[in-house]
Each structure stands twice: as C-alpha cells, then as structure tokens.
C-alpha cells in the first residue's frame, strides 16, 4: 500500500467510528493541557520575576555599594573617583552612581532624593504609571524634572504630571517639576532627579551620600565583589557596604522547585491518559480482527497494517494536542492573576505551543506501537474463520 492509500485508511476508519475516536483523544487531552499549561507558565512566570527583581532590585548579580557617607568631602571625591575607574578596568559597563540626600517637599513631606546617572534604567527598571521617565532632555531643563514613588506622590499636595513643586535640600531651595510618577517597589517617599540637571542648577547641596549600582555575569559576581570591596578598604573609609541585592538565585531556586511539582503532576495525568488511550486501542484491534485479516488475504502486508494503525494513533494524538493548546489558552485566560502575576490577555508561548504538539505526536507514536504490532500478528486463516 503507498502511503497515500495509507493515510486514506486512516481517515476512513478514525471517520467510521468517530465514538471511539473521540474517547481516545480525551483520554489524553487533559496529560497535555496541563503540559502546556506549566510550560506556558513557566515562561511567563520567569518573566514577570525577572521584571519584578529588576524593578524593585535591579538585573541579575546586581550588586550596590553605599555607606559612602563622610564628613570628609575629599575623601568622598577620592572614593567614588576610585570606584569609577576600578569598575572602567573591570569593564564593567552597566554601573551607575546616584547621591542620595535628604529633601522635604511642600505639605512637609520627608523624602530621599536620588541624583541619578543615565545608567541607572539601564540596571533597575521602574514602572511609570503616569507621565514619562527621565531622559538626556531633562539634563538641561529647569526646572529640574523630578519623578515620584507611590509614596511621594500620594503625599505632595499637587500630584500631576507637570506640576511645579519646591524641594528644600540642606540650605537651598530647588524647583523642580513633577514629570513622572513611578512605582521603584519602595514604601519611602522617593524623588528621582538628573545628576546633571542637579549640579547644572548651581545650588548649594550637602555632601551626599553616594551609592553604586553594578551589574556583572552572575558567574563572575563573587570574585568581582571581592575585587570592589578592597577598594574602600584601602582608602581606610569605614561604613562602606557592598552586598547582592537581586535575590533572582533565590527566587529561581523557588521556583524551579514550583515548576518541578506542576511537571510531575502533568506526567502523572499524562500516564493516566496514555493507560486510558492504550486501552482503548488494544480493544479497537481486537474489535477489528476480522477487517485485518481480509486486508492481509487481498495483499496487505504486515507492514502496510502496522503504519495503519500507528497513524491512526498518532492523528488522534495530535488532534487531542490541538484541542489541548486551545483548551490552554482558555485557562489562562480564565485565571488573570495569580500571586500577583498578571495573566489577562496572556498568549501562549510558542515553545508551549510546540511542546504540546511534539509530546503529543510522541505519544501517539509511543502507545501506539504496541496495537500497532498486535495487529500484524493476526492469523488471516484464524481471523477470518473466528469472524
């Protein structure tokens, strides 16, 4: 039999007995729904971690150095001066210094003043949820563009993006306009400005409080932490603290722990359906001794029989795969948020998407092979005459 007769077969008989067919197919589309599903939210729950840690921490092996404080302006000037050309010989690009200082806004609001680089989005994220993040324009603008935390926002007393607000840092007054508002995941009032803009501004500041944010191949993070720690260790200033603030080793061990329960549970469903569909197909055989036997008295070789029944096998798989990617996505849209991640209008990845349909394919090859070689071993003269 060529294969095109073959695949013809295999329509005749999965459209002669669509009863049985069907129950076959269901026994496993629940094993490969809940695949796909954990695959599906194995993807999306990485990222919605990877966005949450770079958002409230920074990226991965993101490490920060503060404590940089001093009565000593010199010595602040020689240590950051130190710490910029010691991560430049490392190469390590993504750094980012900001200058922290102590602000009070109108409604006397307390709030931290981050004087940050342009480097500083590049390690931490921040989610703006009204108007727009800082960029190279507001170097130049006066007044200065100030964005908001949650915190600050809800307690300046004219809260839009836009507003003029007055900052009163040490001894200066600074005006500054409101251009964002932002959620950094911390609960203190935090106020966001250029570096640039600020020192543009002329104004006298107290000696700040200066941090570093850096960002290294998380393989090579430790031997680099030692490295930048001797830095002020050397220069004898005390205070200085240098530590991991990324947490993503503990967040991926966690959840790699989560993703190991929900495969197991997919493979336990998935071996309950294949039981299910093997029984099912060694009964479809045995209901179908006799047309084995005709078939094998006109000429059909054994061969012929065995990619007949295998195929069968494997379409009904692969249809169940279908309908198991389609019932996935209705569940993830069914459940919107969980745990804080948001799944409202989430697509299915197309690794979920080809996971599915290859576990699915396999399947049918795999349970399918054992029908598939009873069959070939019909006895044409016992079928026909049992029949």
Known sequence: MRFRSLLMAVRDELAANPTRSSLAAASVVVGITCLVVVVALTGLGEQAIRSEIERTAGRAATYQIDGLKSDDPKLVTTLTDAMDQRLDQLGISAHSRYDGYSATAPGETNAELFAIDRSYSRIRT???????WLNSDD????????????AAWDALPNSRPGAVTVLHVGGSRITARLVAHIDDGRSEATLYVSSTALHAAQVDLPTPQ?????AVTPSDATQLAQDIARIPQNLGAEGVSLHRVDDSDAFQRVFR??????????????????????????ASVQQRVRDFGVLRSFGATR???????LLESVAITFAAGIAAVALSWIALQAVPNVGGISFAHADLSVSAIITGLIVSVALGIAVGLIPARRATRVNVIEAIRTA
């Open 257 to 282: 722990i989560v993703q190991g329960f929900g495969v197991g549970a997919a493979a336990l469903a998935l071996a309950a359906g294949s039981l299910g569909f093997l029984n099912l197909g060694l």
């Open 126 to 132: 921040t989610d703006v949820l009204q108007g727009r």
């Open 139 to 150: 170097d130049h603008r006066y007044p200065i563009s100030v964005a908001a935390n949650d």
């Open 210 to 214: 200066p941090g570093y944010l850096y």
């Open 303 to 309: 061969r012929a029989i065995f990619v007949t029944v």
